[in-house]
């Protein structure tokens, strides 16, 4: 199946400071990326549609200058926590499917996640 | 509102067993579900995908029922091991590549 790589896979910040995490495809191409926040025990919450080439379309609720996403190529895909705050704290999840090349479009590959700790 | 359930207490059973799991959901027609498997700590692993026009699916020890009356699909593991523990997750296309998740339910299969 295709991949899709997250890094970092954990990370410890102070309060205050900014966080970045990448998501890449590694064997093909997403114009449209995902990423998810998951508490524990819960379900995963989309956040954000990432779009390669234009600008991220946020789920109500969730603040853009906060959570700043940038989709720069066809194989990564950003998300910055920007003034982080031990309420970030979360497990952070991207997406992207894959659409040709004999993948059933509608299938969604993961990373590996990321667990952001904010101290 | 638009909502996706699943058992919130987990399953526990014998290996060689059957588990079943559920997943409901109300104010969606969703034209396929998903189930994925999530490890502690890892993101979701795509298992099967089910159609509308579709009443069961299976892929080796796995089976999964679609009833778009009821609202409601059914995953099944068969002959069951210890490996098989983990998180599964329920999922449904509301529009283009966006997918939304039930909240998993956890299984642990008993040696």
């Known amino acids: 199946g295709a991949v899709v790589s997250q890094h970092p896979s954990r990370v410890i910040c102070k309060s205050g400071t900014s966080v970045k995490i990448e998501c890449r495809s590694l064997d093909f191409q997403a114009t449209t990326m995902f990423w998810y926040r998951q508490f524990p025990k819960k379900s995963l919450m989309l956040m954000a549609t990432?779009?390669?080439?234009?600008?991220?379309?946020?789920e109500q609720g969730v603040e853009k200058d906060k959570f700043l996403i940038n989709h720069a190529s066809l194989t990564l895909s950003t998300l910055t926590v920007t003034s982080a705050h031990p309420e970030d704290s979360s497990f952070y999840i991207c997406?992207?499917?894959?659409?040709?090349?004999?993948?059933?479009?509608?299938?969604?590959?993961f990373g590996q996640g990321t667990r952001l700790t904010v101290v | 509102s638009q909502k996706i359930e699943q058992n919130s207490e987990a399953l526990n059973i014998q290996e060689g067993k059957t588990a079943t799991l559920t997943c409901n959901y109300t104010n969606y027609s969703p034209a396929y579900l998903q189930w994925y498997r999530q490890d502690p700590g890892r993101g979701p692993v795509f298992l099967l995908l089910?159609?509308?026009?579709?009443k069961e699916k299976r892929k080796e020890r796995l089976k999964v029922t679609f009833d778009t009356t009821l609202k409601q699909s059914l995953f099944h593991i068969t002959a069951s091991q210890p490996a098989d523990s983990a998180t599964y997750l329920c999922a449904l296309n509301t529009g283009g590549f966006k997918t939304i998740f039930g909240a998993g339910t956890r299984l642990f299969v008993k040696a």
């Open positions: 997406s992207a499917s894959v659409t040709g090349g004999g993948f059933v479009n509608t299938e969604a590959f």
């Open positions: 089910i159609r509308e026009n579709e």
């Open positions: 990432s779009n390669e080439g234009s600008k991220a379309t946020y």
